[in-house]
């Protein structure tokens, strides 16, 4: 099982990593209100907080996602992206459990759904961001204890 | 995976504070549509009681569009963006027995031929596509929404009781019920939400205008 610590895995999980985190923030970035529309719609944020969490988050995911791409900081931009995914699949979970559909608000704003059609992306999204869980466990797992990271 | 060591750590802290920082000088130099007040958000945990529409009362509908001359015809068959003429026959608007309410399809066109003013809460990008002719640009996710209600009521002087109708998407586009809760807050007690918005606005062929607000 080595393999799944190979350095070139490594950079290509770093690689995919970044550069969805970069295709996410750029859309958030461009439309701070719909993304705070996204996340009221999750109703699981206190109203003061949605504004500075729609601000910054973004923010924080593109220069994670630089990171990753450009091999800067990655230990650490790993660990706020793993942060992020627990925290994009909790509220998702917490969402279907109660059968409460929501747009993702992941890439942005999105065309009108139906109920069903909301339901069934967010179980999509939800094996999407665990599949990229996956890949920052692979990212951090493979960077061997001792050697020399920038 | 082992602990991260002291320098991870820093790093951490160190991309939270770039982001943070970044979120700042961003927001500051944004233009309204994009701008976000970072405390005193405009959205109310807790929704009113909002009253669904009683049964469609009896209003004159319009025929459906089918070309430019029926368009003129039909917009002069309809009350002007300004407040009704005390002479123009128009139904009284009714009391408000509770705050906010929803209207239904008829309803809404009875007060926009009644000359009700109309808040449009959608974002600014989608009523400068299309919106009811006369409404007011109310987008209640935009940073600048006091300085538009402020022009809306320099413009309507609209008394506490007096109908108010705030529109939509429709379906299940709650911007409307935001809006009509911030205004309850500040006094107005007949707030009427256009159930399905502006996309059956458009779909019964009522009269639109486009452009963004002045």
């Known amino acids: ?150 | 995976m082992s602990a991260p060591r002291p320098t991870t750590l820093l790093r951490l802290l160190a991309l939270a504070a770039l982001a943070g920082l970044a979120a700042l000088v961003s927001n500051r130099v944004a233009g309204p549509t994009r701008r976000l007040a970072w405390r005193g958000s405009l959205v109310v945990a807790v929704p009113t009681m909002i009253v669904p529409p009683a049964r469609e009362p009896v209003a004159p509908e319009l025929a459906p569009l089918t070309g430019r001359e029926n368009t003129e015809v039909r917009l002069k068959a309809v009350a002007p963006q300004t407040p009704a003429p005390a002479k123009q026959v128009a139904p009284a608007p009714p009391e408000a027995t509770v705050p906010i309410r929803e209207l239904g399809s008829a309803e809404a066109l009875a007060g926009f031929q009644a000359g009700w003013p109309f808040l449009d809460a959608r974002r600014s990008a989608e009523f400068a596509e299309g919106h009811v002719r006369g409404a007011f640009c109310t987008s209640v996710w935009e940073a600048d929404l006091e300085d538009r209600l402020i022009d809306f009521k320099a413009a309507r002087h609209p008394g506490p009781g007096d109908p108010i109708v705030i529109y939509c998407s429709g379906g299940d586009c709650h911007d409307s019920h935001l809006l009509a809760e911030k205004l309850l807050a500040q006094g107005y007690f007949h707030l009427l939400i256009y159930r399905d918005g502006y996309p059956d606005w458009v779909a019964l062929g009522r009269p639109t205008a486009k452009g963004a607000q002045p």
């Open chain 1, 1 to 150: 099982m080595n393999w799944l610590r190979h350095p070139r895995l490594r950079l290509l999980a770093r690689l995919i990593l970044g550069l969805v985190f970069l295709g996410a923030a750029l859309p958030k970035l461009a439309d701070p209100p719909g993304f705070a529309k996204a996340i009221w719609a999750y109703k699981l944020f206190p109203a003061w907080s949605l504004n500075p969490l729609a601000l910054a988050l973004p923010w924080l995911e593109l220069f994670c996602g630089l990171a990753l791409c450009f091999g800067v900081w990655w230990r650490a931009a790993a660990l706020w992206v793993g942060a992020l995914l627990l925290s994009f699949c909790l509220a998702l979970t917490l969402n279907l459990s109660r059968h409460h559909p929501v747009d993702c608000g992941c890439f942005g704003t999105s065309a009108p759904k139906t109920q069903a059609q909301r339901l069934a992306d967010m179980r999509w999204t939800l094996l999407r961001d665990l599949g990229l869980l996956l890949l920052v466990v692979q990212v951090l797992l493979s960077a061997a204890p001792g050697k020399k990271t920038r």
